[in-house]
């Protein structure tokens, strides 16, 4: 069964700095999708980034980029100049593409991410 | 454009009440979800329904039932509720089951305390 780690259970960073939040996961299949979630406190969950497993260029959205190490089966995220709108729960995921609960999404426990003023 | 819509937001039950949360989505999204999310996990698929008419179970679907009552409706009912059975409950769409282009589109989610 795929599991997602999350270790870092809250993360603080200062305005306008960067930060990495790390992921890590286990699986034995070679095709499948990483997602990064963010959840504010209005609870709304907003995706913020998704990297296919056979792509091995890193993928980027704006402030958002990943590193994706895939023999590490690795997935942090980094958000550079951070915002104050930035403040979220921050979940990791994983998706097979094909069979069983399609289109499920394994989450990590998530990292309670502040961003200080 | 209102995407996924969840109702109650917030629900309150004695244990052994029955309740239905609803769902409903104007996307034309062929595959629907329910998850649930407890303190300090992240979200954990119920049941999900690939298509209209279809349902299975996910992860944790034991004391719910669920009714995809056509493409745009996805209802989660709780027969006897249970304390356990506090948490935060989630409805999604996607357009594509599985495919590499999937996104989740999320409701704004359900609190709901079992007392």
């Known amino acids: 069964a795929q599991t997602v780690t999350q270790s870092q259970p809250e993360m603080s960073v200062q305005e306008a700095e960067t930060v990495t939040l790390s992921c890590t996961y286990d699986?034995?299949?070679?095709?499948?999708?990483l997602f990064w979630y963010k959840q504010p406190p209005s609870r709304q969950m907003i995706l913020v980034i998704r990297?296919?497993?056979?792509?091995?260029q890193n993928a980027t959205e704006n402030r958002f980029s990943v590193n994706f190490q895939k023999a590490a089966k690795s997935f942090s995220l980094k958000i550079s100049d951070s915002q104050l709108g930035d403040t979220a729960m921050y979940f990791c995921?994983?998706?097979?593409?094909?069979?069983?609960?399609?289109?499920?999404?394994?989450f990590g426990k998530g990292t309670k991410l502040s961003v200080k003023p | 454009n209102a995407g996924v819509t969840q109702t109650p937001k917030f629900q309150v039950l004695k244990t052994g009440q029955s309740m239905t949360l609803q769902c409903a989505q104007d996307?034309?999204?062929?595959?629907m979800y329910w998850y649930r999310q407890d303190p300090g996990m992240g979200l954990r698929l119920i049941y999900y329904?690939?298509?209209?008419?279809?349902?299975d179970k996910g992860e944790v679907p034991n004391g719910y039932n669920v009714s995809r009552l056509n493409k745009r409706e996805f209802s989660l009912r709780l027969e006897s509720a249970a304390p356990s059975q506090t948490s935060v409950y989630f409805c999604?769409?996607?357009?594509?089951?599985?495919?590499?282009?999937?996104?989740?589109?999320f409701g704004s989610g359900t609190q709901l305390s079992v007392l």
């Open positions: 995921a994983f998706m097979k593409p094909h069979g069983g609960s399609q289109g499920n999404l394994i």
């Open positions: 999604a769409s996607s357009a594509v089951t599985g495919g590499p282009n999937e996104k989740l589109f």
């Open positions: 329904s690939a298509s209209e008419g279809t349902t």
């Open positions: 996307m034309n999204h062929n595959s």
């Open positions: 990297q296919e497993a056979y792509k091995q």
């Open positions: 699986t034995s299949e070679n095709n499948y999708y």
